[in-house]
């Protein structure tokens, strides 16, 4: 072909304003090689003006372009990676013909990025459509989705299955021809069209369950309703689920009566009588502290039932088959206390056993030790108990050798272990390892409501064993209950042995109690027969009901004696010669000496601490 009937690639300005509209870079050769045409994106990326790029060859303009290649095999090269300096591109060489004859060849470059960024977001929008449906037909309610004209475009399967009905009976259908039809009995999706606002009803589904359907319209930006979104909910599932909450809450309730029935069978198995708040209060404690192994220290005074929550707590832990241990720390000399407690070797000591002896720490591996008025622990003593806490470790008196022991501790004093702390009697690092749950057993004058139910328990005891028949006269209460108990639980229960035994009558009657019992009743009546007591004994009971008053309103001793014009000595003197309690101040008479067999221990007024 001669160059004389090849056609020419001309500019003219229909053909520039295409190439202007087109946002990717182009480029045209003719046969030769040489720049046609060429529009602003091209130049822009090429850095070059018009005239240093039209009409020059273009391997001048972009090196490595291989567009003349088309030339040769006037075949076309698309979507090939090309660098066009450092940025990426897609380019598609194509060749060009004019009347069937070869004219030259175009480029067309597509950044990379670009293209990049829009099959991410197609991607990114086909997994949202994804998700969107999987959320759309995991849904356990019902959804109907409908256009403007009420016609069903999208339902999941929850729908079929709570209406029963078929994909193909409604889907592509108006909501109001299947009215009509007898499908539905009426339409949510109608009302919501009619008034514009959200709708819900209560309908029957064709196999006889209640539905709940309720409506919301969707709006456009002009606020014309394009889409109604229909939430179908089973209520008979709900109906289900509401009865077998009831059901649940009934069991709840019933498990509830029947834990506390066997928490009072229980508290009646360990002889603990808790009525009162405090002592439920205790035992609560007690009971959330023997699921555990941490060590607890048992406050309160001398027979308050300090042995007996121990013992419950033993009873209700997982060392219960284990051994439980209990020793008094008061009550055995410090030589042979350490002994007993550590045990000794073969010829540890003259008069020592000549097989040795186990110590009772060793004899409750594996169970729960009783440390009984542990503030009467000797100092010499406390240092070795103080090692058994932190290392679990035991060393009979003559070994070299420790012993590792698995055993719970449990503390009981009535004694103020602080006060005793401050005065260097008590280590405070063994306190302070004692002291990790503290239970605090309220005397007994401060859970009255126990009072009663003790008497009678403590009488049918004791009634079964002595084989006895004795019932108290009513006149008899009152006075137990107004009673201080400096004893305590102890000091009830012994009372209550004593009028078993001693009581000559099946009735006992206030003249069967002891003196300091008698004296609680104070008060004398308006008149009284004569002979009934002696002149003594009634200024007794005015003397007393007089003292009883003053030291109920005074703060100390000092006060009251001040109060009645009498010496303070005085006051403390009669004071215990009528067993009236009385607050403890400098040189005055406290409840709890030893006189009465009470402990030093003056407690708080809450029932249990932790």
């Known amino acids: 072909m001669s160059a004389s009937s090849v056609p020419e690639l001309q500019s003219s300005p229909v053909i520039d304003s295409i190439l202007e509209a087109v946002p990717a870079p182009i480029v045209c050769i003719d046969t030769q090689g040489t720049v046609r045409l060429c529009n602003n994106a091209m130049l822009d990326l090429m850095r070059l003006k018009r005239e240093e790029v039209v009409g020059r060859h273009i391997d001048e303009c972009a090196p490595d372009n291989q567009l003349t290649s088309v030339l040769e095999t006037r075949e076309a090269q698309t979507w090939r990676r090309f660098c066009f300096g450092d940025r990426p591109f897609l380019i598609s060489r194509l060749p060009l013909y004019i009347d069937g004859q070869p004219a030259g060849a175009l480029a067309g470059l597509h950044e990379i990025s670009e293209l990049e960024r829009i099959s991410s977001e197609l991607k990114t929008f086909r997994i949202m459509k994804e998700e969107l449906e999987g959320i759309f037909q995991a849904a356990m309610d019902g959804i109907c989705v409908a256009d403007g004209q009420s016609v069903i475009l999208r339902v999941n399967a929850s729908c079929l299955r709570i209406t029963g009905l078929k994909k193909e009976e409604f889907l592509g259908f108006s909501t109001r021809d299947l009215v009509k039809s007898g499908f539905l009995?009426?339409?949510?999706?109608?009302?919501?069209?009619?008034?514009?606002?959200?709708?819900?009803?209560?309908?029957?589904?064709?196999?006889?369950?209640?539905?709940?359907?309720?409506?919301?319209?969707?709006?456009?930006?002009?606020?014309?309703?394009?889409?109604?979104?229909?939430?179908?909910?089973?209520?008979?599932?709900?109906?289900?689920?509401?009865?077998?909450?009831?059901?649940?809450?009934?069991?709840?309730?019933?498990?509830?009566?029947?834990?506390?029935?066997?928490?009072?069978?229980?508290?009646?198995?360990?002889?603990?009588?808790?009525?009162?708040?405090?002592?439920?209060?205790?035992?609560?404690?007690?009971?959330?502290?023997?699921?555990?192994?941490?060590?607890?220290?048992?406050?309160?005074?001398?027979?308050?039932?300090?042995?007996?929550?121990?013992?419950?707590?033993?009873?209700?832990?997982?060392?219960?088959?284990?051994?439980?241990?209990?020793?008094?720390?008061?009550?055995?000399?410090?030589?042979?206390?350490?002994?007993?407690?550590?045990?000794?070797?073969?010829?540890?000591?003259?008069?020592?056993?000549?097989?040795?002896?186990?110590?009772?720490?060793?004899?409750?591996?594996?169970?729960?030790?009783?440390?009984?008025?542990?503030?009467?622990?000797?100092?010499?003593?406390?240092?070795?108990?103080?090692?058994?806490?932190?290392?679990?470790?035991?060393?009979?008196?003559?070994?070299?050798?420790?012993?590792?022991?698995?055993?719970?501790?449990?503390?009981?004093?009535?004694?103020?272990?602080?006060?005793?702390?401050?005065?260097?009697?008590?280590?405070?690092?063994?306190?302070?390892r004692l002291n990790v749950v503290p239970i605090y057993v309220p005397p007994l004058r401060r859970r009255r409501e126990d009072i009663l139910p003790m008497v009678y328990a403590f009488l049918g005891r004791h009634c079964e064993h002595h084989q006895r028949r004795r019932e108290l006269h009513p006149s008899v209460l009152p006075l137990l209950l107004d009673y201080h108990w400096p004893g305590n639980v102890r000091e009830l229960e012994n009372l209550m042995e004593r009028l078993v035994v001693t009581a000559p009558g099946d009735i006992v009657t206030v003249r069967d109690l002891p003196r300091a019992l008698r004296r609680q009743s104070l008060v004398l009546p308006e008149s009284m027969p004569a002979g009934t007591q002696t002149l003594k004994e009634a200024l007794e009971r005015v003397e007393a009901a007089i003292l009883k008053d003053a030291l109920a309103k005074c703060r100390s001793t000092r006060c009251a004696a001040k109060a009645l014009g009498i010496n303070q000595s005085t006051v403390v003197r009669k004071a215990k010669a009528y067993g009236l309690t009385v607050r403890g101040d400098a040189g005055g008479y406290r409840p709890g000496s030893p006189q009465h067999g009470s402990g030093r221990f003056v407690p708080g007024e809450v029932g249990a601490q932790a």
Do not use: W
């Open 185 to 432: 009995q009426q339409s949510a999706i109608l009302k919501v069209l009619e008034s514009g606002a959200p709708c819900s009803m209560l309908q029957t589904a064709r196999n006889g369950a209640p539905i709940l359907i309720s409506a919301n319209p969707l709006r456009d930006a002009a606020g014309k309703i394009v889409r109604v979104v229909a939430v179908v909910r089973d209520l008979t599932e709900l109906n289900r689920l509401r009865d077998e909450l009831r059901q649940a809450d009934h069991l709840k309730n019933q498990y509830e009566k029947e834990l506390e029935q066997l928490r009072r069978h229980n508290f009646g198995a360990t002889e603990i009588i808790a009525k009162s708040a405090s002592m439920h209060a205790v035992l609560d404690l007690a009971t959330r502290v023997s699921s555990v192994d941490s060590t607890v220290l048992i406050l309160g005074e001398s027979g308050s039932g300090k042995e007996r929550i121990a013992d419950f707590i033993h009873k209700h832990s997982q060392r219960c088959a284990k051994p439980f241990i209990k020793i008094n720390c008061a009550a055995i000399p410090e030589p042979l206390l350490e002994s007993e407690l550590f045990g000794y070797v073969r010829g540890a000591f003259t008069g020592a056993n000549r097989e040795g002896k186990v110590g009772l720490i060793e004899a409750a591996h594996g169970g729960t030790l009783l440390l009984d008025e542990i503030g009467d622990l000797p100092p010499g003593l406390q240092v070795k108990l103080l090692r058994v806490l932190q290392e679990k470790q035991t060393q009979r008196i003559g070994s070299t050798t420790p012993c590792a022991v698995d055993v719970r501790i449990i503390a009981a004093t009535n004694r103020d272990l602080t006060e005793r702390v401050d005065r260097k009697l008590f280590r405070e690092d063994l306190y302070y």
